[in-house]
């Protein structure tokens, strides 16, 4: 790890100038950026701790147009709120299934979200070839190792997968993201627009603007918020990473799909919403051909590279299961 300088923000607008005039990265709980820094990945001039500002951004409000959730909540505090568990479990499971129970204590909502990938060549900087690491060296994942990587909005310069879990029940359930910025303004963006595809330039991740900061997650209510899950596959049952996961949320009307919110984790570069899957479910009775159907419409446009050949499978299955478990569940009314 290499030196750096520490400023403690205690109010909004001191961590956002700090973050502006100083280039500064934002420091909640910690349990990426400094695994990052000490493996040599990011060498940030300047840390911005924000944890003093939980009074402002830790809370989570809940009430009939939704439930939002601040920036520096922390993962197991959320798992664990009532509204949360009653009303969003595909939240609730999100979180539960992801990291350690140590890991969920500290990590923050909003960092959790800006969690980078963990492609192997990307966290070892002895490979020279990481297009996302150093711009233009290429990408040794293409023809290399690439089991875990992505299928979904990959480019001929990256193939990375999105690693986190809750990130994908927010873009599926068409949650909003605000954002505050060094000015003082605020604002508020579709989350599905908060992460870039690679492109070209799979360095750039995010949307955000220097020193803009996370404030806060808008999820809006819906008919489909109770019949809701998450679904993940992984080599080993806990602490690991998604081969593939589905978020599904389902507004049946007599076993028939009135709406579908659908999501997927593992197999995509960013927080990947399934719309061709939504739109191939609704106004069908959600039976297993309706469920097959809506995989085969999700993985339409699925890229692979020899190590993971086998995802698009693996994430039809992983969709069509977690559709068939979800309109089965037990729904309070
Ligand atoms: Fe780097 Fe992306 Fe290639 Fe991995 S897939 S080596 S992160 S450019």
């Known amino acids: 790890m290499r030196p750096f300088a520490l400023e403690m923000a205690d109010t909004p607008a001191a961590a956002t100038n700090y973050a502006t005039q100083s280039a500064g990265t934002y420091l909640a709980g910690g349990t990426v950026l400094l695994d990052l820094m000490k493996l040599d990945v990011?060498?940030?001039q300047t840390l911005v701790d924000i944890n003093a500002l939980a009074d402002t951004y830790g809370a989570i409000e809940a009430d009939d147009d939704g439930i939002t959730l601040g920036a520096l909540v922390r993962m197991a505090e959320a798992e664990r709120h009532p509204a949360i568990r009653r009303d969003y479990p595909v939240i609730r499971d999100a979180l539960w299934q992801a990291a350690s129970p140590q890991l969920r204590n500290m990590a923050s909502l909003g960092g959790n979200v800006l969690q980078r990938t963990r492609?192997?060549?990307?966290?070892?900087?002895?490979w020279p070839e990481c297009n996302k690491r150093a711009p233009g060296s290429g990408c040794a994942a293409i023809g290399g190792n690439n089991r875990r990587l992505a299928v979904l909005g990959v480019s001929d310069h990256c193939i990375a997968s999105y690693p986190g879990d809750f990130a994908n029940a927010l873009v599926a359930l068409g949650a909003e993201v605000g954002?505050?910025?060094?000015?003082?303004s605020e604002r508020r963006v579709p989350f599905e627009d908060l992460h870039r595809l690679p492109g070209d330039t799979p360095e750039m991740e995010t949307n955000l603007?220097?020193?803009e900061l996370i404030t806060a997650f808008h999820v809006p209510a819906g008919p489909w918020t109770r019949r809701s899950l998450y679904r993940k596959v992984r080599d080993r049952t806990s602490y690991d990473f998604a081969l593939a996961s589905a978020v599904v949320a389902l507004h049946l009307e007599d076993g028939v799909v009135a709406a579908a919110r659908i999501g997927l984790g593992g197999v995509a570069a960013t927080p990947w919403r399934a719309h061709e899957a939504e739109a191939a479910l609704?106004?069908?009775?959600?039976d297993e051909a309706a469920a097959e159907h809506a995989a085969e419409?999700?993985?339409?446009?699925?890229v692979t590279h020899g190590g993971n050949d086998f995802k698009p499978e693996l994430g039809r299955r992983t969709l069509v299961r977690a559709?068939?478990?979800?309109?089965?569940?037990?729904?309070l009314p």
């Open 297 to 302: 419409a999700a993985f339409a446009g699925a």
């Open 282 to 286: 609704t106004g069908r009775p959600l």
């Open 119 to 126: 492609c192997s060549y990307f966290r070892d900087v002895s």
């Open 42 to 44: 990011i060498e940030p």
């Open 323 to 331: 559709l068939l478990e979800a309109a089965a569940m037990e729904v």
């Open 179 to 184: 954002l505050r910025s060094a000015d003082g």
């Open 209 to 211: 603007v220097p020193g």
